[in-house]
């Protein structure tokens, strides 16, 4: 363990916890793509909203590699992989409850997204 | 997991309520709690997953009536007890030490 | 099925306070934190991280074309370039609301924001109403903050589930033509960064 004393302070609140790291991954897809949300229901961590899982969305943006907060939760290594920001229509997430020009945009890691092209 | 803090569509909150003037800290120890949460993690107690991961497993009424320092005080304390560094014994005797002292 | 005797008092941990000082205390004693950097952390949230910070990177938007665009391409580059990248705020994201858009923000899963720039997040970004409603009913929400959005606007929600934080660009205000940059960051409000908001026009 590496206690934080003051004169470190200064570069940890700087510098924070990135969490993209500096490896090449391959990503799955890319922006304009049409992706199905994963119907996850995993007891162990995971960073996928309830409220989009199965839902249909388009990639808009493809952010680089990050750690996979599934594994990285448990100790069980980064697994890095893509994340990317993906848009849903109010009217694919709410029905007739969404407003029809509203959109909402969730960030989604690649083991989330499956191609629903 | 399918736990209490995926909130995101759910009805019947009520609307939302604004704090005018809000105060950065309401009290002193959430100050202590926002700057603990920050050491342990620059410590290498956890990373951001292992952080929220306890948040997410608090009991669904604590969670929803507990403020978010104390949300971080659980899963603080819990991470440094499954790091080894403290035992739930060792905080609630030293809990209890204060509260009697506060109470004396 | 047994009877549910939880009142809302010990629901909670008694004295919080108290229990965060035993922590504190016992985490001292074990040599994994050093008090005195927390004491520093503390000074450095409260003098050194707020909005303040993400207004002079809005008034910088509003009155340098080129600065817009980088931040718009490349938000974490253009608030680096400023100094205001740091912990929870690592990776940023602009968002531009423009007279058809209208962005707004949410960490529907904990309470993600972003700290270098905005400072701590108020208690109502952090509260379930807001975290359950924004994503499925934007225009009610921001109505209770004042907002009307036509409906020939787009309302964008931005749900902050992973390491990327986003900042809303709002739009300059009319009036604001002959303000320098430290007078318009004064109109830039958390709220018009966050998205529930607007910038404020200078006869506020």
Not at chain 3, 165 to 191: C, F, H, I
Request: glycine fraction near 8%.
């Amino acid at each position: 363990m590496n206690m934080l004393t003051t004169d470190m302070v200064p570069t940890v609140l700087a510098t924070g916890d990135p969490a993209r790291v500096d490896v090449e991954v391959a990503p799955k897809f890319k922006a304009g793509d049409t992706v199905t949300v994963v119907n996850l229901n995993q007891v162990a961590h995971n960073r996928l909203p309830a409220y989009i899982r199965g839902k249909v969305g388009t990639v808009t943006f493809d952010h680089g590699v990050f750690v996979f907060p599934d594994t990285s939760a448990h100790r069980q290594g980064p697994k890095p992989q893509h994340v990317y920001t993906v848009v849903f229509t109010a009217h694919e997430l709410w029905g007739d409850a969404g407003h029809p020009r509203d959109r909402m945009y969730v960030d989604a890691w690649d083991d989330y997204l499956e191609s629903a092209g | 997991m399918n736990g209490i803090h995926d909130v995101g569509g759910k009805h019947g909150f009520g609307p939302v309520l604004v704090e005018q003037n809000e105060p950065y800290f309401h009290e002193e120890w959430e100050g202590r709690m926002l700057s603990m949460m920050i050491a342990c993690f620059a410590a290498g107690i956890y990373n951001v997953d292992q952080f929220r991961h306890p948040i997410e497993k608090m009991d669904p009424r604590h969670y929803l009536m507990s403020s978010y320092y104390e949300k971080w005080l659980c899963t603080v304390e819990q991470n440094c007890i499954d790091a080894g560094i403290v035992t739930r014994a060792e905080v609630d005797a030293r809990h209890a030490q204060l509260m009697e002292g506060k109470a004396a | 099925m047994t009877t549910d005797n939880h009142s809302h008092a010990n629901v909670l941990i008694p004295e919080v306070g108290l229990r965060v000082k035993a922590l504190e205390s016992l985490l001292a004693e074990k040599k994994a934190i050093d008090p005195a950097a927390l004491d520093l952390i503390i000074e450095t949230f409260e003098t050194q991280m707020g909005p303040k910070n993400g207004a002079k990177v809005v008034a910088k938007a509003w009155t340098d074309p080129k600065y817009r665009s980088w931040l718009l391409e490349d938000g974490t580059a253009a608030i680096k370039s400023l100094g205001y990248i740091g912990v929870q705020g690592e990776n940023m994201v602009a968002l531009e609301n423009t007279p058809t858009v209208h962005n707004v923000v949410v960490c529907t899963l904990c309470s993600c924001y972003p700290w270098p720039t905005l400072g701590l997040p108020p208690i109502w970004f952090k509260s379930a109403p807001y975290r359950a409603r924004v994503v499925i009913e934007p225009r009610s929400v921001l109505k209770e903050f004042g907002l009307d959005v036509p409906d020939d606007v787009e309302v964008r929600v931005w749900d902050s589930t992973a390491e990327l934080r986003y900042l809303v660009l709002p739009m300059r205000p009319s009036g604001t033509e002959n303000l320098t940059e430290q007078e318009l960051a004064a109109l830039v409000t958390r709220d018009s960064m966050i998205g529930t908001g607007v910038a404020q026009s200078p006869s506020h």
